[in-house]
C-alpha cells in the first residue's frame, strides 16, 4: 500500500548549521505534500507545502525539495535554532483524492538542535 | 494559532469506562479527523468527516466511534476504555489540504 517513511529518525545539529530533512514517499500518484512540526505535548504544525508540478518551494528559512522521479522530498532548515528542536514528519495526501484529503503520515524525525 | 480545540488534554481513567473525547473548530472546516499517535509515532487516522452527518473509519481499525452533527464539534468516544486503548489522540480540522491540528488529549487506560 502507500506508505511515507523517513530516511533519519534522529538528527543532531548545532545551532546556526543548516538542516536537512529527508523523506521518501510510494505513491506515485500522489499530488500533494505537506511538512509538519510537532514540539512535545503539542499537535503538529504546518511548515510547508508543495504540489507534484512544483520541485522547490521557499519559505521563511525553510525550503521544501521535491524529487518526483526518485519519490523523494526534503526540508531545508537555514540557521537552524534552539526553538527548531520538534520532530518533523512528511505526509502526503493519497487515498481518496481531494474530496477527502486524507494525509499518509511517514515516521517523524527528531531533530535535535545543539546550542 | 489554529483554532481547534481538544479536550481533555490528559485523562486517566481505569478498565471499562466510556470516554468522551472532545474536539471543535470554529473556522468552518467541513473536514476534520481524528488521528491516534503511539509517542514519536507516525499518525494513523482512525476517523474522518466530509461535513455534518457525515462519518467514515481510517486507515487504521479502531474501536472508537464519531459523530458529526453540527460543522465545529467532532466527538470521539470509546464505549469500553481498554489498556489498549492508551495513546495520544488527535484532532484536525481541513477546508482545502492543509489540515489543522489541535494539540491532543494524551489518554491513558489502567
Known amino acids: 500500500g502507500e506508505s511515507v517513511g523517513l530516511h533519519l529518525p534522529t538528527l543532531s545539529v548545532q545551532e546556526g548549521d543548516n538542516s536537512i530533512i529527508n523523506c521518501a514517499y510510494s505513491n506515485s500518484a500522489s499530488d500533494y505534500f505537506i511538512w509538519y512540526k510537532q514540539e512535545s505535548g503539542k499537535g503538529p504544525q504546518f511548515i510547508i507545502d508543495?504540489?507534484?508540478?512544483?520541485d522547490k518551494r521557499q519559505g521563511q528559512r525553510v525550503t521544501v525539495l521535491l524529487n518526483k522521479t526518485v519519490k523523494h522530498l526534503s526540508l531545508q532548515i537555514a540557521a537552524t535554532q534552539p526553538g527548531d528542536s520538534a520532530v518533523y514528519f512528511c505526509?502526503?495526501?493519497?487515498?481518496?483524492?481531494?474530496?477527502?484529503?486524507?494525509?499518509?503520515f511517514g515516521t517523524g524525525t527528531l531533530l535535535a538542535v545543539q546550542p | 494559532e489554529a483554532d481547534i480545540y481538544q479536550t481533555p488534554r490528559y485523562l486517566v481513567i481505569g478498565t471499562g469506562k466510556k470516554i468522551t473525547l472532545e474536539c471543535s473548530q470554529t473556522?468552518?472546516?467541513?473536514?476534520m479527523y481524528w488521528y491516534q499517535q503511539d509517542p514519536g509515532m507516525e499518525l494513523h487516522l482512525i476517523h474522518y468527516?466530509?461535513?455534518?452527518?457525515?462519518?467514515e473509519k481510517g486507515d487504521l481499525s479502531s474501536e472508537s466511534t464519531v459523530s458529526r452533527i453540527r460543522t465545529e464539534h467532532f466527538p470521539l468516544t470509546l464505549e469500553s476504555a481498554r489498556p489498549s486503548h492508551t495513546s495520544q489522540y488527535l484532532c484536525?480540522?481541513?477546508?482545502?489540504?492543509?489540515?489543522?491540528f489541535g494539540p491532543g488529549t494524551r489518554l491513558t487506560v489502567l
Open positions: 505526509a502526503e495526501e493519497g487515498g481518496g483524492g481531494g474530496a477527502t484529503n486524507k494525509l499518509i
Open positions: 484536525a480540522s481541513s477546508r482545502v489540504n492543509e489540515q489543522f
Open positions: 473556522m468552518g472546516h467541513d473536514k
Open positions: 508543495i504540489r507534484s508540478n512544483m
Open positions: 468527516s466530509y461535513g455534518v452527518n457525515s462519518t
